[in-house]
């Protein structure tokens, strides 16, 4: 534990033999493709096919063809697998169609006509909260929480100053470099087989089940090699998997559906955007005594996993700060336009991006330094969240905040900057600094009725083997879980093997989301290990330190039968209270912190942003391999970037006009400046060896630090994302004379 | 009938000859480690040498390159047998879903053989046209700047 064990599937990787959906063969096979709508909200009239077109090349499927529910089925079931009579989004799957050329299944759909009586869409959350047209009854909001502690009335009235601040945060793509890709096939026995690039395998599992009306057994989902996931392979592949699979029913062959740019990002899920109001009160020495936040979030046209990104947002809206009186708002509304989803930091990047830049505004009011407010407020042992849950243990959050200011050397530059600033030159200089807490694992009760289960075992051949559903999209998943295996069994991590997230195979460890595979997953294959070690120990009177003796423990256990399994099933913590009605208690069992300061400057002339340097200090208990811990951390980072700077999603009469990597910026190894990442390890006492959660943390706040380095660069803020330089631009036109701080 | 050479062996592809390079190379060669990510000449997965030059085998008719030298992926090394730029992508953790990697390679590769040298900024500019979404690109950097030093310490100057 804690060692740079190598990326095990890496070499394959690196000789370019892994193989990806799209590096399958399947003899035979047909090329899958989907027609979509063309409008955001409208009746299907009438679909006509060219009579020139020779059909009898191709198989087609509608949701006449779907033999279960017609329904993607996650939280809800109002997601269609294809469209039948009405259409809610643009983009929305109408019709399959089946060749065993591509360009030709292309071409096909050029030749199918779709009439629509158009409805009126909704397009903006103005237009879902208006609810002149109702798409969700009665009033288009999906879901609502309300978080309240203490008295938010009186804690303003009693406040020096309140401050209030309104920010808007756009759509982001995932932009995984693998697009989306799902093959299928149906056995003999009628078992329909899905491969493809997917995180969570279980939920795909039970979107086929109710899709083909099957049981279990009958279905079965392997993932293969996945290039990138980041929450946006979490719920479409459910879609593309039930595609696939329903063509290939239909053909009685194996069909692939590989998506290309356009149509992965045109159609697949993004982050919700976000609008967020603050009021905050605080006293002249920066003690915050009053957060009232309002969040609304544009949820698309179908619930998908709405609700769970709106609780994540929520629980995290007020940033990681104690504050006796708290009143949190929150709503995610239905517009038409294609549903958003899943994207690493869940809801948590949106709000926090405004908790962190109130936190700036109010420094500044009170003439505060930034860094002296938040260390006035910040989550401490002991401290109370929002929901009123004690944080006992592994508080890291005023360390990140210490190290990442003393690291990114803040005090001195904020100085130096200023200097730089009034001298005549090309550029303008800031520094900017924020500070995150983010929920490792579901919620409170998300955990217990997740149930995850997870296994390890050992065969007569002695051969130890972790079987999980969690699955390697390249945060080295199967890495860190064979350390965790190994380091138990106190064995070589390079004689553990892990078996491929295959529904036939391994057990459901819940889905590979939340910064919950090393904490949770990792802490039941702990458990399992524990339990395979002390049974090894209890038959041969010692556990094994040579392959040998493996081998003979092995036969011992299992004589000439099957692998001998050790299975452990998730155990809600006694301690771990959650009132999901009242929406009080301890939200999560535990939480990472994250600091991170951004130094960058301003072109005077062009507005251009160049990030000089970014410095991130994570607490996440423990780093299980370091090496993959900091790939997470950097990585995060510059997503995060992106998403202050370049990532603009454009969306017109609900179509997206930038579907492309040519418009679609994201940022190149010229943009993304050099990361200076710091670990802290303040241990989480459920954790494998204390760990925590690592994968979303560093998403969190590299927007806001960016946002209040652009405010001491060039006097403005910016409450909007992407700051682009026309933002820039814009705000020096129009808004004060920039300020030399 | 174009005829070419792949990683040192003479082929040819008799199809149409506006197919395009990657599709041949993955298609009709079976030479998967060159990936798609666009289409489109942005994001460098499919990225190949084209006479020893980085060049987007999307953007290539195949008709343009006979007669020419093609390599990928695989003319590097093999599991067990890494190229020391595998191996310090390994050891730097320069690779985390891999689906760029093989692109990334063969642009690192071209300047390492050329004889490039190991400031960190020109490496970044050299990788601009390869886009990675997972790695921040600093442990892709470390491993070209770690393999550049590596062969100078070798002593091979090419």
């Keep these: 534990m804690g060692v740079n064990a190598l990326r095990r599937e890496g070499p394959e990787k690196l000789c370019g033999r892994a193989r990806y959906i799209d590096d399958h063969n399947f003899p035979g096979c047909l090329h899958g493709v989907t027609l979509r709508s063309s409008i955001p909200h409208g009746r299907i009239q009438h679909i006509s096919f060219d009579p020139r077109f020779p059909w009898e090349e191709c198989v087609i499927a509608t949701a006449r063809d779907v033999p279960g529910g017609n329904h993607v089925a996650l939280i809800e079931e109002d997601q269609p697998l294809l469209a ?164 290939a029913l239909k053909a009685r062959r194996p069909v692939k559906m590989i998506y290309d740019r356009g149509e992965d990002m045109a159609a697949t899920t993004k982050r919700h955007p976000a609008w967020i109001k603050h009021r905050t009160g605080v006293m002249r020495d920066g003690t915050l005594v009053a957060q009232d936040i309002e969040v609304v979030m544009d949820g698309g046209a179908y619930v998908t996993l709405s609700p769970v990104v709106l609780s994540r947002g929520t629980l995290h809206a007020g940033g990681p700060y104690a504050c006796p009186n708290v009143r949190i ?37 009170l003439g505060l330094d930034p860094v002296v407010l938040r260390r006035r407020n910040v989550f401490r042992e002991g401290s109370v969240t929002a929901t009123g849950q004690v944080l006992e243990e592994s508080v890291g959050a005023s360390t990140a905040l210490e190290r990442c200011a003393r690291k990114s050397g803040y005090v001195r530059r904020r100085a130096a900057h200023v200097r730089w600033n009034r001298a005549r030159r090309p550029t303008w200089r800031g520094i900017g600094l924020a500070l995150c807490h983010h929920g490792a694992g579901f919620t409170g009760s998300g955990e217990a009725y997740l149930n995850s289960k997870a296994a390890v075992s050992l065969s007569r051949g002695g051969e130890v083997w972790v079987l999980a559903a969690s699955t390697e999209i390249g945060q080295g998943t199967g890495t860190m879980l064979a350390q965790i295996v190994a380091d138990t069994l106190r064995i070589p991590c390079e004689w553990v093997e892990v078996e491929t997230p295959d529904t036939g195979k391994v057990p459901n460890s819940g889905p590979t989301v939340a910064s919950r595979t090393c904490m949770i997953v990792g802490g039941l294959l702990e458990r399992a290990a524990r339990q395979l070690r002390e049974e090894v120990i209890k038959r041969c009177g010692s556990f094994p330190r040579t392959r040998a003796g493996l081998r003979r423990a092995g036969r011992l256990l299992c004589g000439k039968g099957p692998p001998r399994r050790f299975e452990a099933e998730y155990q809600n913590p006694p301690e771990i209270r959650w009132d999901e009605a009242a929406y009080r208690g301890d ?79 994201i940022p190149t190894a010229l943009d993304t400046p050099p990361l200076k990442v710091e670990i802290v390890e303040k241990p989480y006492s459920r954790g494998p060896s204390g760990a925590k959660g690592v994968g979303e943390l560093p998403m969190d706040v590299p927007a806001p630090a960016v946002a209040a380095a652009i405010r001491q660069a060039t006097g403005h803020w910016i409450d909007v994302l992407p700051i682009l330089p026309e933002r820039i631009l814009e705000a020096h036109l129009h808004g004060p004379v920039p300020r030399q701080r | 009938m174009v005829r070419f050479r792949v990683n040192g062996k003479g082929r040819s592809f008799a199809g149409p000859p506006f197919t395009r390079l990657i599709d ?128 100078r310490r070798s002593g091979r100057s090419r």
Aim: hydrophobic share 40%; with cysteine; aromatic share 8%.
């Design chain 2, 24 to 151: 041949v190379l993955r298609e009709d060669f079976g030479l998967t480690g060159t990936k798609e990510g666009c289409g489109e000449g942005e994001c460098g997965a499919c990225t190949v040498l084209l006479d020893g030059r980085p060049t987007n085998s999307c953007l290539i008719p195949v008709a343009q390159v006979a007669g020419h030298r093609v390599e990928t992926v695989e003319s590097l090394g093999r599991r067990g047998r890494l190229s020391p730029l595998q191996q310090s992508f390994l050891t730097e953790g320069g690779a985390q879903c891999g689906i760029c990697t093989p692109g990334m390679l063969m642009t690192a590769w071209s300047w390492i053989r050329a004889g490039g040298g190991a400031d960190e900024a020109a490496i970044r500019n050299l990788l601009a046209g390869n886009l990675c979404r997972c790695t921040g690109y600093q442990h892709i950097v470390n491993a070209v700047v770690q393999a550049v030093k590596a062969r």
């Design chain 1, 84 to 247: 039948e009579g009405r259409v809610r989004h643009v983009m929305e799957p109408i019709l399959l169609v089946a060749h065993r050329f591509r360009p030709r299944a292309y071409e096909a759909l050029r030749h199918i006509h779709v009439e629509y009586e158009e409805l009126p869409p909704v397009l903006t959350v103005g237009d879902a909260l208006r609810a002149e047209t109702v798409l969700h009854p009665p009033d288009n909001v999906f879901k609502s929480f309300l978080i309240e502690k203490g008295d938010v009335t009186a804690g303003l009235a009693g406040a020096d100053l309140v401050v209030a601040g309104e920010y808007r945060v756009p759509h982001q793509e995932q932009a995984y470099i693998e697009n989306n890709g799902m093959a299928a096939y149906v056995e003999e026995d009628g078992t329909v087989v899905v491969l493809g690039s997917l995180q969570c395998p279980y939920y795909v599992h039970k979107a086929l089940k109710h899709i083909f009306d099957l049981p279990d057994d009958k279905v079965r989902v392997v993932q293969t090699t996945t290039g990138g996931g980041f929450g946006g392979k979490e719920e479409y592949p459910s879609m593309i998997a039930g595609h696939a699979a329903l063509l």
């Design chain 1, 587 to 665: 939200a999560y069992g535990v939480y990472s912190y994250g600091a991170v300061a951004v130094d960058l400057e301003v072109d005077r002339l062009t507005f251009e942003v160049r990030v000089r340097e970014v410095t991130a200090v994570s607490d996440i208990g423990k780093a299980i391999n370091p090496r993959l811990a900091e790939g997470q951390i950097m990585g995060g980072t510059a997503q995060a970037l992106g998403y202050a700077l370049l990532e603009n999603v454009v969306y017109e009469n609900g179509f997206m006009t930038n579907s492309q990597l040519t418009n679609y910026i």
């Design chain 1, 329 to 365: 708002r929150s709503r995610v509304v239905a517009t038409t336009t294609p549903p958003n989803g899943a994207f690493r930091g869940f809801g948590a990047p949106q709000v926090l991006f405004a908790a962190e830049l109130q936190m700036e505004k109010v420094a500044e009011k």
